[in-house]
């Protein structure tokens, strides 16, 4: 069949059914509009798209910009001050530190003291124990015999000695019984006494400011039950 005679064919169909061949021409028109909305649709995403991410872009772009703006301005405010301005600065630095150096020096220098102080009493105490049999052999003597004079001023001159160096010696008959200072050997029930008061020092005590090296030890006379 010839191309003519096909033509001449549909046309026929054409005039025969009217309704038929317009619904055709329509549902193409249908498709091809539907198929440009897509088209246009998906161009319209990528055009978003694009605008969003080259936004980003910028505002990343001036945030960096801003922040090295920020450091510059910063770093041409040190340099802008004036040469008085940066001689004050410069002494405020050097008295802060001159400041901190002096605090620790005053606390290096009251630990040292405070050191020495106890080096000091622990050299005294030392002396002191090793004499003191010696001292209590001499207080013997004094009760109970008389010292000759060369004696008597020897004796003295140490216990001036030790009361230069801060030592001081307790312990006296009559005197109140102090369990902190003295160091009872013995009790004696005695009906005349009211409390419990020293009647014999065996050995006396010593001590230095607060500090007991060693307690009296003492007779004490306690009343009667």
Request: no cysteine; charged share 30%; proline share 3%.
């Amino acid at each position: 069949m010839s191309s003519e005679q096909s033509n001449n064919k549909a046309d026929d169909e054409a005039k025969q059914n009217p309704q038929s061949a317009a619904a055709s021409a329509a549902n193409n028109n249908d498709n091809t509009n539907v198929n440009d909305g897509s088209a246009q649709a998906a161009a319209g995403q990528t055009g978003d798209s694009q605008a969003n991410a080259a936004g980003s872009a910028a505002a990343a772009h001036a945030t960096g910009d801003a922040g090295k703006a920020d450091a510059a301005a910063g770093k041409d405010g040190d340099n802008t001050l004036t040469p008085l301005g940066q001689a004050k600065k410069e002494a405020a630095d050097y008295l802060d530190a001159l400041q901190r150096e002096r605090a620790e020096f005053v606390n290096f220098r009251n630990r040292s003291k405070k050191e020495q102080e106890t080096f000091r009493q622990h050299g005294i105490i030392d002396v002191l124990t090793a004499l003191l049999p010696a001292l209590d052999d001499i207080d013997r003597i004094r009760e109970h015999d008389e010292l000759n004079d060369s004696f008597a001023a020897v004796a003295n001159k140490i216990d001036k000695a030790f009361e230069k160096f801060g030592v001081e010696k307790f312990g006296e008959k009559g005197e109140t019984f102090d369990p902190t200072k003295h160091e009872a050997i013995l009790h004696k029930p005695d009906a005349e006494a009211t409390e419990e008061t020293v009647d014999t020092v065996v050995e006396a005590g010593y001590r230095i400011g607060d500090r007991v090296i060693r307690a009296a030890r003492v007779v004490v006379a306690s009343p009667k039950a």
